[in-house]
Protein backbone atom coordinates (compact mmCIF):
# COMPACT_ATOMS: atom_id res chain seq x y z
CA UNK A 1 0.00 0.00 0.00
CA UNK A 2 2.08 3.19 -1.09
CA UNK A 3 0.93 7.04 0.12
CA UNK A 4 -2.18 8.74 -0.99
CA UNK A 5 -3.13 5.25 -2.32
CA UNK A 6 -6.83 4.60 -2.64
CA UNK A 7 -6.79 0.62 -4.25
CA UNK A 8 -9.46 -1.69 -3.26
CA UNK A 9 -8.01 -4.89 -2.37
CA UNK A 10 -10.96 -6.56 -4.62
CA UNK A 11 -12.13 -5.77 -7.47
CA UNK A 12 -16.32 -4.64 -7.01
CA UNK A 13 -18.57 -7.54 -7.75
CA UNK A 14 -21.18 -5.51 -9.46
CA UNK A 15 -23.61 -8.62 -10.48
CA UNK A 16 -24.49 -8.92 -6.89
CA UNK A 17 -26.70 -5.95 -6.72
CA UNK A 18 -30.13 -6.86 -5.23
CA UNK A 19 -32.30 -3.48 -5.89
CA UNK A 20 -35.30 -5.51 -5.43
CA UNK A 21 -34.86 -5.45 -1.91
CA UNK A 22 -34.02 -2.27 0.50
CA UNK A 23 -30.73 -1.86 1.86
CA UNK A 24 -29.99 -0.41 5.06
CA UNK A 25 -27.01 1.71 3.82
CA UNK A 26 -28.78 2.48 0.77
CA UNK A 27 -31.67 3.75 2.92
CA UNK A 28 -29.64 5.63 5.27
CA UNK A 29 -27.62 7.51 2.28
CA UNK A 30 -31.38 8.57 1.10
CA UNK A 31 -32.34 9.85 4.50
CA UNK A 32 -28.99 11.90 4.46
CA UNK A 33 -29.49 13.72 1.48
CA UNK A 34 -27.37 10.98 -0.45
CA UNK A 35 -28.03 9.88 -4.27
CA UNK A 36 -26.90 6.25 -4.38
CA UNK A 37 -29.92 4.29 -3.39
CA UNK A 38 -32.86 3.18 -5.44
CA UNK A 39 -36.47 3.31 -5.56
CA UNK A 40 -37.31 0.02 -3.53
CA UNK A 41 -34.91 2.38 -0.84
CA UNK A 42 -36.68 5.30 -1.09
CA UNK A 43 -40.32 3.64 -0.59
CA UNK A 44 -38.75 1.73 2.51
CA UNK A 45 -36.92 4.99 3.74
CA UNK A 46 -40.69 6.44 3.49
CA UNK A 47 -42.42 3.90 5.03
CA UNK A 48 -40.09 3.64 7.81
CA UNK A 49 -40.16 7.44 8.33
CA UNK A 50 -44.22 7.69 8.29
CA UNK A 51 -43.93 5.45 11.71
CA UNK A 52 -41.11 7.00 13.09
CA UNK A 53 -40.94 10.47 12.09
CA UNK A 54 -37.77 11.22 13.62
CA UNK A 55 -35.27 9.06 11.63
CA UNK A 56 -34.08 11.37 9.04
CA UNK A 57 -32.93 13.40 12.30
CA UNK A 58 -31.17 10.53 13.79
CA UNK A 59 -29.79 9.82 11.12
CA UNK A 60 -28.18 13.15 10.73
CA UNK A 61 -27.55 13.26 13.95
CA UNK A 62 -25.49 10.06 13.67
CA UNK A 63 -23.25 11.66 11.13
CA UNK A 64 -22.49 14.81 12.96
CA UNK A 65 -21.47 12.54 15.82
CA UNK A 66 -19.02 10.37 13.53
CA UNK A 67 -17.28 14.03 12.86
CA UNK A 68 -17.16 14.66 16.23
CA UNK A 69 -15.94 11.41 17.72
CA UNK A 70 -13.41 11.67 14.90
CA UNK A 71 -12.26 15.15 15.15
CA UNK A 72 -11.45 14.17 19.06
CA UNK A 73 -10.10 11.02 18.46
CA UNK A 74 -7.70 12.55 15.77
CA UNK A 75 -7.19 15.27 17.45
CA UNK A 76 -6.89 15.43 21.43
CA UNK A 77 -5.94 12.01 21.49
CA UNK A 78 -3.37 11.54 18.80
CA UNK A 79 -4.87 8.55 17.00
CA UNK A 80 -3.36 7.57 13.07
CA UNK A 81 -5.12 5.02 12.44
CA UNK A 82 -8.54 4.04 12.20
CA UNK A 83 -10.44 0.97 11.12
CA UNK A 84 -14.19 1.84 10.36
CA UNK A 85 -15.93 -1.18 9.95
CA UNK A 86 -19.73 -1.40 8.11
CA UNK A 87 -18.59 2.40 6.79
CA UNK A 88 -21.74 1.99 4.60
CA UNK A 89 -21.97 4.66 1.23
CA UNK A 90 -19.61 7.70 0.71
CA UNK A 91 -21.99 10.76 1.88
CA UNK A 92 -20.35 13.63 3.93
CA UNK A 93 -17.75 14.09 5.95
CA UNK A 94 -16.57 10.32 5.77
CA UNK A 95 -14.18 8.94 8.59
CA UNK A 96 -10.96 9.63 6.16
CA UNK A 97 -12.26 12.98 5.31
CA UNK A 98 -12.86 13.98 8.98
CA UNK A 99 -9.67 12.45 10.36
CA UNK A 100 -6.87 13.82 7.42
CA UNK A 101 -8.39 17.66 8.16
CA UNK A 102 -6.70 17.38 11.44
CA UNK A 103 -4.06 15.03 10.60
CA UNK A 104 -3.32 14.56 7.08
CA UNK A 105 -1.09 11.23 7.40
CA UNK A 106 -3.68 9.46 8.74
CA UNK A 107 -4.39 5.71 8.01
CA UNK A 108 -7.78 4.93 7.82
CA UNK A 109 -9.28 1.09 6.33
CA UNK A 110 -12.85 1.04 5.75
CA UNK A 111 -14.48 -2.38 5.63
CA UNK A 112 -18.19 -3.20 4.20
CA UNK A 113 -19.31 -6.37 2.35
CA UNK A 114 -21.92 -4.24 0.20
CA UNK A 115 -21.22 -4.40 -3.85
CA UNK A 116 -22.80 -1.11 -4.16
CA UNK A 117 -20.35 0.36 -1.56
CA UNK A 118 -17.54 -1.66 -3.86
CA UNK A 119 -18.58 0.35 -7.03
CA UNK A 120 -18.62 3.69 -4.71
CA UNK A 121 -14.88 2.45 -3.37
CA UNK A 122 -13.01 4.96 -5.85
CA UNK A 123 -14.92 7.95 -4.84
CA UNK A 124 -14.49 6.64 -1.15
CA UNK A 125 -10.97 6.36 -1.28
CA UNK A 126 -9.72 9.59 -2.11
CA UNK A 127 -6.35 10.30 0.33
CA UNK A 128 -4.41 13.16 1.37
CA UNK A 129 -0.79 12.35 -0.37
CA UNK A 130 1.12 12.27 3.01
CA UNK A 131 -1.54 9.29 4.13
CA UNK A 132 -3.92 6.03 3.48
CA UNK A 133 -7.01 5.43 2.71
CA UNK A 134 -7.55 1.56 2.25
CA UNK A 135 -11.26 -0.83 1.44
CA UNK A 136 -11.36 -4.41 2.53
CA UNK A 137 -14.63 -6.57 1.44
CA UNK A 138 -15.10 -8.84 4.60
CA UNK A 139 -18.43 -9.47 7.10
CA UNK A 140 -18.49 -8.13 10.34
CA UNK A 141 -19.12 -11.85 11.18
CA UNK A 142 -15.42 -13.02 10.08
CA UNK A 143 -12.86 -11.16 12.51
CA UNK A 144 -10.17 -12.72 11.63
CA UNK A 145 -10.39 -11.91 8.29
CA UNK A 146 -10.68 -8.08 8.90
CA UNK A 147 -7.74 -8.33 10.96
CA UNK A 148 -5.70 -10.18 8.79
CA UNK A 149 -6.30 -7.67 5.75
CA UNK A 150 -6.53 -4.40 7.90
CA UNK A 151 -2.76 -5.27 8.94
CA UNK A 152 -1.86 -4.77 5.46
CA UNK A 153 -2.02 -1.15 6.14
CA UNK A 154 -2.26 -0.39 9.80
CA UNK A 155 0.14 -1.00 12.11
CA UNK A 156 -1.45 -3.07 15.02
CA UNK A 157 1.99 -2.76 17.12
CA UNK A 158 0.53 0.89 17.18
CA UNK A 159 -2.99 2.58 18.77
CA UNK A 160 -6.15 2.06 16.11
CA UNK A 161 -9.74 3.97 16.43
CA UNK A 162 -11.78 0.78 16.26
CA UNK A 163 -15.21 2.33 14.87
CA UNK A 164 -18.67 0.42 14.47
CA UNK A 165 -21.12 2.83 14.37
CA UNK A 166 -24.70 1.58 13.24
CA UNK A 167 -23.64 -1.62 12.56
CA UNK A 168 -23.56 -4.01 15.48
CA UNK A 169 -27.65 -4.48 15.07
CA UNK A 170 -27.25 -6.73 12.09
CA UNK A 171 -25.99 -9.10 13.88
CA UNK A 172 -28.71 -11.09 15.37
CA UNK A 173 -27.20 -12.80 18.18
CA UNK A 174 -26.67 -11.00 21.25
CA UNK A 175 -23.48 -12.86 22.65
CA UNK A 176 -21.83 -13.27 19.16
CA UNK A 177 -22.05 -9.31 18.53
CA UNK A 178 -20.26 -9.33 21.88
CA UNK A 179 -17.84 -11.87 21.32
CA UNK A 180 -16.78 -10.76 17.86
CA UNK A 181 -16.59 -7.02 19.41
CA UNK A 182 -13.91 -8.81 21.99
CA UNK A 183 -12.52 -9.89 19.25
CA UNK A 184 -11.71 -6.72 17.64
CA UNK A 185 -10.72 -5.25 20.80
CA UNK A 186 -8.09 -7.79 22.10
CA UNK A 187 -6.28 -6.82 18.53
CA UNK A 188 -5.72 -3.55 19.47
CA UNK A 189 -2.83 -2.27 21.36
CA UNK A 190 -3.12 -0.18 24.83
CA UNK A 191 -3.67 3.37 24.07
CA UNK A 192 -5.83 2.38 21.27
CA UNK A 193 -10.09 4.11 21.45
CA UNK A 194 -13.88 2.45 20.51
CA UNK A 195 -15.65 4.47 18.47
CA UNK A 196 -19.28 3.05 18.47
CA UNK A 197 -23.15 4.18 18.43
CA UNK A 198 -26.34 1.97 17.55
CA UNK A 199 -30.06 2.28 17.72
CA UNK A 200 -31.68 1.48 20.84
CA UNK A 201 -35.35 0.16 21.58
CA UNK A 202 -35.97 2.96 23.62
CA UNK A 203 -38.66 4.40 21.44
CA UNK A 204 -41.84 2.50 20.73
CA UNK A 205 -42.92 4.27 17.01
CA UNK A 206 -38.84 3.23 16.22
CA UNK A 207 -39.56 -0.44 17.51
CA UNK A 208 -42.76 -0.63 14.90
CA UNK A 209 -41.22 0.91 12.14
CA UNK A 210 -37.94 -1.85 12.24
CA UNK A 211 -40.42 -4.39 12.63
CA UNK A 212 -41.53 -3.15 8.85
CA UNK A 213 -38.42 -3.05 7.67
CA UNK A 214 -37.44 -6.26 8.78
CA UNK A 215 -40.61 -7.70 7.22
CA UNK A 216 -39.30 -6.37 4.20
CA UNK A 217 -36.72 -9.14 4.13
CA UNK A 218 -34.16 -6.65 3.74
CA UNK A 219 -31.26 -7.93 6.85
CA UNK A 220 -32.57 -6.96 9.69
CA UNK A 221 -31.24 -4.56 12.86
CA UNK A 222 -31.71 -5.82 16.34
CA UNK A 223 -32.96 -2.60 18.55
CA UNK A 224 -31.13 -3.44 21.70
CA UNK A 225 -31.63 -1.79 25.28
CA UNK A 226 -28.69 0.97 26.47
CA UNK A 227 -28.26 -1.35 29.08
CA UNK A 228 -27.07 -4.47 26.42
CA UNK A 229 -25.01 -1.39 24.39
CA UNK A 230 -22.68 -0.29 27.19
CA UNK A 231 -22.08 -4.01 27.86
CA UNK A 232 -19.70 -3.59 24.15
CA UNK A 233 -17.69 -1.81 26.32
CA UNK A 234 -16.86 -3.69 28.91
CA UNK A 235 -13.03 -3.62 30.07
CA UNK A 236 -12.29 -0.04 28.67
CA UNK A 237 -12.15 3.36 29.88
CA UNK A 238 -15.21 5.54 28.89
CA UNK A 239 -14.40 9.39 27.86
CA UNK A 240 -16.73 11.82 29.49
CA UNK A 241 -19.62 11.61 29.38
CA UNK A 242 -19.61 8.00 28.79
CA UNK A 243 -22.07 6.32 26.68
CA UNK A 244 -25.27 9.04 25.86
CA UNK A 245 -27.71 9.67 23.10
CA UNK A 246 -25.10 10.60 20.29
CA UNK A 247 -26.33 14.58 20.05
CA UNK A 248 -24.95 14.91 23.84
CA UNK A 249 -21.49 13.51 23.31
CA UNK A 250 -19.45 16.88 23.50
CA UNK A 251 -22.46 18.94 21.26
CA UNK A 252 -20.81 21.82 19.71
CA UNK A 253 -20.70 24.51 20.79
CA UNK A 254 -20.99 22.59 23.99
CA UNK A 255 -23.92 25.27 25.23
CA UNK A 256 -25.99 24.48 21.95
CA UNK A 257 -29.64 23.06 22.61
CA UNK A 258 -29.44 19.39 21.73
CA UNK A 259 -32.70 16.98 21.35
CA UNK A 260 -31.73 13.49 22.15
CA UNK A 261 -32.28 10.80 19.61
CA UNK A 262 -32.82 7.11 20.02
CA UNK A 263 -29.27 6.08 19.10
CA UNK A 264 -26.43 5.73 21.85
CA UNK A 265 -22.68 5.74 21.59
CA UNK A 266 -19.70 6.93 23.46
CA UNK A 267 -15.60 6.68 22.87
CA UNK A 268 -12.89 4.92 24.79
CA UNK A 269 -9.82 4.00 25.31
CA UNK A 270 -8.59 0.35 25.53
CA UNK A 271 -5.56 0.38 28.88
Not at 47 to 73: C, G, K
Amino acid sequence: MTHGSSTPHQQPALGKIDTSVPHSARIWNYWMGGKDNYEVDRVAGDQYREVAPTIEVMARASRAYLIRTVTHVAGEAGIRQFLDIGTGLPTYDNTHQVAQRVAPEARIVYVDNDPLVLRHAQALLTSTPEGVTDYIDADLHDPEKILQAASKTLDFSRPVALMLMGILGHIQDYDEARAIVRRLQEALPPGSYFVHYDSTDTDQALKQAQQGYDDTGAVPYVLRSPEQVARFYDGLELIEPGIVSCPLWRPEPPDAPVEKTDVYGGVARKL
